[in-house]
């Protein structure tokens, strides 16, 4: 636990549900892996991982992901964010414009009139 690095741009933790997590992983363990890149920087799991840390473990289950670059690894913890916290509509807002403004940056953001019908390298792209 004590290798893994914590990026400065998280969400803030919520004590309530760090609590909660720390009375389950207490009673079931932990059912839920956090997610680290390659160089163990957290990408999922603040919450899992403080639990644990208070609850005195040295060591943590964890699932180890390979990401390009930064901005795919920010990109997993954002729709991380998105899928599974109970957010702050402002929180939730600026989650999705950072989200919008990575897939811009790395080109796989829709273009107006794309679609499932669009061509792309002489193939038709079709469900």
């Known amino acids: 636990i004590d290798q893994i690095s914590i990026g400065r741009n998280r969400r803030p933790l919520k004590d ?18 956090i997610t680290l890149d390659q160089k163990l920087n957290l990408i999922a799991g603040l919450h899992r991982l403080t ?7 040295e060591q943590i289950e964890c699932k180890i992901i390979s990401y390009e670059d930064s901005d795919r690894a920010r990109l997993a913890e954002i729709d991380e964010n998105l899928i599974r916290s109970e957010l702050e509509a402002l929180e939730r807002a600026e989650l999705w414009l950072e989200r919008d403004r990575i897939l811009e940056q790395l080109g796989l953001r829709a273009k107006p009139g794309d679609n499932q019908y669009t ?4 193939e038709m792209i079709s469900p």
Not at 51 to 57: E, H, I, N, Q, V
Not at 119 to 122: C, E, Y
């Open 16 to 33: 309530e549900k760090v609590a909660e997590l720390m009375e389950s992983i207490q009673a079931n363990g932990l059912l839920n892996p």
């Open 51 to 57: 639990a644990c840390k208070l609850l005195g473990f």
């Open 119 to 122: 061509h792309q390298g002489g």
